[in-house]
């Protein structure tokens, strides 16, 4: 069992930039591929980026890239999202994932094992 708990959300300005955390505990983190989803009210969970267990694989959906970062530090159990230049449509829950099981990156939920509980991020115009 994983447990995990992001922070770092919150109400900005276009143009401006947040960094998600996503903490983990509770089992080995090291194994684990990681992903950040987000959803907006209405909408399909939609992925955002994925990183391998080493963080030297990763993948992001079109609409951030360029934009946003992930990486992790596997001593801290922690995997971040650097989001830049944020729009108005980036407004969304953002939910931390983690999968045992994935041979490679993965843009499906459904692969995912664990989820944290999300944080809110509102981009203003």
């Known amino acids: ?36 989803f987000r959803q907006a009210p209405g909408r399909e969970r939609e992925f955002v980026a994925a990183t391998s267990q080493t963080g030297r694989s990763t993948d992001y959906a079109d609409s951030v890239k360029g934009r946003f970062t ?20 980036d407004t969304a829950v953002y939910l931390c994932a983690a999968s045992g099981d994935l041979l490679g990156l993965s843009p499906r939920p459904t692969l995912y094992d664990y989820w944290g509980q999300g944080t809110q991020v509102t981009v203003s115009s």
Request: hydrophobic share 40%; with cysteine.
């Open 70 to 89: 992930i990486s992790r530090d596997n001593a801290k159990n922690t995997v971040y999202l650097q989001m830049n230049s944020l729009l108005p449509e």
């Open 1 to 36: 069992q994983v447990q995990l708990v992001e922070s770092g959300g919150g109400l900005v300005q276009a143009g401006a930039s947040l960094r998600l955390s996503c903490a983990a505990s509770g089992h080995t983190f090291i194994p684990y591929y990681m992903a950040w």
